[in-house]
């Protein structure tokens, strides 16, 4: 199979409109990694990481790159691959042939992960021979100068969500231009999630805000403006969920602590603990583009419209998840019930009932609510089970 990566480095927007969010380009590559190499906090982070090379001898390696493609795949990919070479078993593309070589899509997925969910799809991409996304990131995870450099490396787009109220409908609608002229001009996929932030529970429902935004472009007509993207639905599934000790912590956090927020530092150990957790299987399964259901959809109700656009991705990506041993497990833990018990044998479940309570033991916080941690750990494997099995019935 011919790969579409050339169309990676042969346009770029001439203009400036965008240069606020866009990702950066082939010319300011150079620049760039020399801002990173003179980060002491890139170095901390990351010189432990690329050893036994040193860290001379890298710093030589980047300033050879020149451009975006070459980065993403001497570093980006490499750096991806050697964290999770021990703690992922298996990492899939599913589907592949869904995706039309001739065209660029716009891949809405469920959210797990907030850095390897895109990370993971490029590199399956990228190893069958199609074409790589630029990705969808927010602000609020822009948390250090040499974060925002590297995701701006790594092909990605920039979603504000850091600015006055009265700025949201004007930044919506250049973002929602931006994705339109990415997709048509510069012929380039893009992936997004389909909400802002994870599904701490895993009830990935996909939020019709999300989807208002991608038909800012062209109010006058939603459906046209959502078809011109070609929405192609992903469905993500990890067997474990190294954040799933984090998620749950945050959930208590909300319930005892009003107007809990989380901090930069939370938010940059959830994308280590991320990166570095043990995940087991992954299944990236590409599902039916969108478009031809799309046309179905009664315009009639304009009210209901963008809902029922949600609620298709939303099926789609329930209809396509990788079920687990311990989906089933967890299932009939949090329905006291035996539904599946002929899914696994009491070996796997005494494993499951061990995992979470190591879960839990990790967790530091005051007053904690062992019962409830618990709970919400097993909700989260559960959930994946609930949804899919409410589009199979």
Do not use: A, G, W
């Given at each position: 199979m011919e790969s579409n990566n050339s169309r990676d480095k042969s346009y770029e927007f001439t203009y400036t409109e965008f240069d606020d969010i866009r990702p950066l380009h082939d010319s300011q590559v150079k620049e760039s990694i020399e801002l990173l190499l003179n980060d002491k906090m890139f170095k901390a982070v990351?010189?432990?990481?690329v050893a036994p090379i040193t860290w001379d001898e890298f710093s030589k390696q980047m300033r050879e790159l020149n451009s975006i493609y070459a980065f993403?795949?001497?570093?980006?990919y490499n750096l991806i691959l050697k964290f999770i070479k021990n703690n992922v078993d298996e990492l899939e593309l599913l589907n592949p042939r869904e995706i039309d070589l001739h065209k660029s899509h716009t891949y809405i997925s469920n959210h797990r992960d907030i850095i390897l969910d895109a990370g993971l799809l490029n590199i399956s991409l990228e190893e069958q021979g199609y074409q790589t996304t630029e990705i969808a990131i927010g602000d609020n995870l822009l948390i250090y100068p040499w974060i925002t450099t590297i995701v701006r490396l790594n092909k990605s787009f920039i979603v504000k969500r850091n600015i006055p109220v009265r700025q949201i409908l004007e930044a919506s609608q250049h973002l929602s231009k931006y994705m339109h002229k990415t997709i048509s001009d510069k012929k380039q996929s893009i992936w997004i999630a389909q909400r802002e932030g994870r599904a701490k529970d895993s009830n990935d429902r996909t939020q019709a805000s999300m989807l208002k935004m991608l038909t800012l472009a062209d109010r006058k007509d939603p459906i046209k403006s959502l078809k011109a993207l070609n929405i192609v639905p992903l469905s993500i599934s990890?067997?474990?969920?190294?954040?799933?000790?984090l998620k749950a912590q945050e959930f208590q956090?909300?319930?005892?602590?009003?107007?809990?927020?989380k901090s930069k530092q939370d938010d940059l150990?959830?994308?280590?603990t991320g990166i570095q957790g043990y995940k087991g299987k992954i299944y990236f399964r590409v599902c039916k583009p969108l478009n031809e259901?799309?046309?179905?959809?009664?315009?009639n109700n304009k009210a209901t419209l963008l809902q029922d656009v949600a609620d298709l991705i939303d099926k789609e990506i329930f209809k396509n998840y990788e079920i687990y041993t311990i989906n089933y497990i967890a299932y009939d833990i949090l329905n006291n019930s035996k539904r599946f018990d002929d899914k696994y044998n009491p070996d796997e479940k005494n494993s499951f009932v061990e995992y979470v309570n190591k879960q839990v033991d990790k967790i530091e916080i005051e007053n904690k609510d062992v019962d409830y941690l618990r709970t919400k750990i097993v909700e989260m494997y559960a959930n994946i089970l609930i949804n899919h099995l409410s589009v199979q019935e």
């Open positions: 990351i010189e432990p990481v993403q795949k001497k570093v980006i990890y067997e474990y969920d190294p954040c799933d000790f956090l909300k319930r005892d602590i009003e107007d809990y927020k150990i959830n994308m280590m259901e799309i046309d179905s959809i009664s315009t």
